[in-house]
């Protein structure tokens, strides 16, 4: 039996698989995809905000506040890649001038180094964007990073500190007896003395296995396009001063290089349409024409969509619902973590363990951390930032670093092995694609892709044809008869 079962493992419920892996707890985390960080975390923007319009005694405004601080340390800890590009929030009428005084006012009291900026100083800044920008309000703290590079290093560190990983495992029913928690799978059973569900679009659904509804899970698409490295045309992520009526999209530069324009964000009522649609598509390229007339929007290399979770609760307000069930005790529900849910994350983790710590006082128990746990997991090696030097030695000690797979991106076939055979390994193609960057450049996978197929079954130990690309049955190849 296990102490703790986390179903959904997003970015945020690997966030609190990692936290949870500080003490000694028997920890498992449930997910019901082929991999971690398959759904909203692995279409996110990747954008990690200030809080410079969050209300300083504002829950979520705590919590961006308190993740936005903490990701430092976290990235740094984990070798994930993350970079504070700043943000301008730009002003293109006059009228909107007023507005970035307001914002101002408002955020200087949460971001250092927060400060409005003339048109002349903007265009120094950012010399694409549109003549007609009268200002801007500068934040230097939000920052960028891959969100499914980071969720995968998250349970790498969690697995190094004792967590079990379940994949493709579904919870379909749900008990509570004797003070236990038998969750139902698709193919197996799991007891534990405590449930935490991060569900994300399913979260409503998780709870209502034990519980009376007391939220609400609708769905929020949010559609992007990418644009090919050569277009990198901004250094820091650029967004539209608030307008009324439809929101406007923003342009994010993203760690690989690649610029990201979106979303565009639409209410939908089913969960799983995660297809990209031309009329969003348009809006994106009319509202960034807007910011700027040199974004080659003609050197498109790729378009997605991701689902947002957004919690309504019995009253109709949507919030985060972070809380024990007042119904179900032990059963703690994380659920509705949409933007800034990201920037949140690790700062829930620990608003999370708290409530788990305040359970086990409860009953009379302390949670004792671990003196052998390990902060630092290791470094997966990015072969295109090497220098020369170390590039040679590398090779020098396995010859596989000097064979390049993915040419867009230097991925090397020493790199997608150690990826498919590290803590959380690589399964699929795309499982690759999230961990070593292969497939994200301007071919999009049209040339590594078969290679790395072949470099999968003979890791996996399994036919070619039994390869996938993501989830069940995504084969890539038929077999003969």
């Not at 928690?181 to 935490?196: K, S």
């Not at 290399?301 to 957004?310: C, L, M, P, V």
């Not at 019995?314 to 990201?342: H, K, T, Y």
């Amino acid at each position: 039996m296990y102490d703790i079962a986390i179903i959904g493992a997003g970015v945020v419920g690997t966030f609190i698989a990692r936290e949870l892996s500080r003490y000694k707890l028997k920890v498992i985390l449930i997910e019901k995809n082929s991999d971690v960080a398959s759904e909203a975390t692995a279409a996110n923007g990747g954008t990690i905000y200030d809080g410079y319009d969050a209300k300083p005694n504002d829950f979520r405004g705590k919590l961006t506040m308190r993740g936005n601080e903490l990701y430092d340390s976290v990235c740094n800890d984990l070798g994930v890649r993350f970079e504070r590009v700043g943000l301008l929030v730009v002003a293109l009428r006059q009228e909107d001038r007023n507005k970035l005084e307001d914002m101002y006012n408002k955020g200087v009291v949460n971001v250092p180094g927060l400060k409005i900026l003339d048109k002349d100083e903007v265009l120094v800044m950012e010399p694409c964007l549109s003549d007609e920008v009268v200002g801007a309000l500068y934040s230097p703290t939000c920052g960028v990073v891959y969100p499914w590079e980071l969720a995968i290093a998250l349970v790498e560190n969690a697995m190094d500190n004792g967590v079990k990983l379940l994949l493709n495992s579904e919870v379909t029913n749900m008990k509570k007896e004797n003070g236990v928690f038998q969750l139902t799978l698709n193919d197996n059973i799991v007891n534990a003395r405590y449930v935490i569900n991060c569900a994300g679009i399913n979260a409503d659904k998780i709870n209502e296995l034990l519980a009376s509804p007391s939220f609400k899970i609708g769905a929020k698409r949010g559609q992007f396009i990418v644009l090919d490295k050569s277009s990198g045309l901004t250094k820091r992520i650029i967004s539209h001063c608030k307008t009324k009526g439809e929101k406007e999209v923003s342009v994010i530069p993203t760690i690989g290089g690649n610029l990201l324009v979106g979303p565009a964000m639409e209410s939908i009522e089913d969960g799983g349409a995660n297809q990209v649609t031309a009329e969003r598509l348009a809006f994106i390229k009319r509202s960034v024409s807007k910011l700027s007339d040199k974004i080659p929007l003609d050197q498109i290399i790729q378009a997605f969509a991701g689902i947002k979770a957004k919690a309504y609760l019995s009253e109709g307000n949507s919030d985060f619902v972070i809380e024990e069930s007042p119904e179900i005790r032990g059963l703690i529900n994380v659920a509705g973590i949409n933007s800034p849910g990201l920037t949140c994350a690790p700062a829930i983790a620990e608003y999370v363990t708290q409530i788990v710590r305040d359970i086990y006082q409860a009953a009379g128990e302390v949670l004792v951390e671990k003196v052998d746990f390990t902060l630092r997991r290791s470094r997966m090696v990015r072969f295109k930032d090497l220098d020369a030097q170390k590039k040679a030695e590398l090779i020098k000690s396995d010859v596989r670093y000097g064979r390049v797979i993915c040419r867009c991106e230097t991925v090397t076939e020493g790199e997608i092995v150690d990826a498919i055979h590290r803590n959380c390994g690589a399964t699929t193609l795309k499982g690759v694609k999230r961990r070593t960057g292969s497939g994200l450049g301007r071919c999009q996978g049209g040339f590594c892709g078969p290679k790395i197929v072949e470099i999968l079954a003979k890791e996996l130990g399994e036919e070619m044809d039994e390869v996938r690309y993501d989830q069940k049955n995504s084969y890539i190849l038929k077999g003969t008869v």
